[in-house]
Nanobody, 119 residues
C-alpha cells in the first residue's frame, strides 16, 4: 500500500514562506504526476500545482502568480511546495496527491497539512 505523508505546514505571518514536503512510502508505484491541492474552510478543494514525475514539467494555478514553486526529488520519493509571499487567503489544508495514469483522477492522497497565514 502506498502512503503519502505531508509535512511542513504551520503558522506564518503574511509575506512569509513555508516549504511543504510530501514523502511517498510503501510499495513502489509508478506515477504520472504529483500534485498539491488545498481546501479552505467552507470552500471546495482546489488545484495548486503539479509536476510530472518523469521529465519534471510543472503546472500551476493562476492564483499562485509566481509565488509557489513545486519540485521533486525522485531519489527521495518526495515532492515539495515552496510557498513565498504568503497571503491570509492562502490559509488552508494542503494535500499531496498522486496521479498514477495521465487523464485519470488523482487517486492516492495524503492526510493534509494545515497552513495558516496571519495578517
Amino acid at each position: 500500500q502506498v502512503q503519502l505523508v505531508e509535512s511542513g505546514g504551520g503558522l506564518v505571518q503574511a509575506g512569509g514562506s513555508l516549504r511543504l514536503s510530501c514523502a511517498a512510502s510503501g510499495r513502489t508505484f509508478s506515477r504520472y504526476r504529483m500534485g498539491w491541492f488545498r481546501q479552505a474552510p467552507g470552500k471546495e478543494r482546489e488545484f495548486v500545482a503539479a509536476v510530472r514525475w518523469s521529465g519534471g514539467s510543472t503546472y500551476y494555478a493562476d492564483f499562485v502568480q509566481g509565488r509557489f514553486t513545486i519540485s521533486k526529488d525522485n531519489a527521495k520519493n518526495t515532492v515539495y511546495l515552496q510557498m513565498n509571499s504568503l497571503k491570509p487567503e492562502d490559509t488552508a489544508v494542503y494535500y499531496c496527491a498522486a496521479q498514477v495514469v495521465n487523464g485519470t483522477p488523482y487517486d492516492v492522497w495524503g492526510q493534509g497539512t494545515q497552513v495558516t497565514v496571519s495578517s
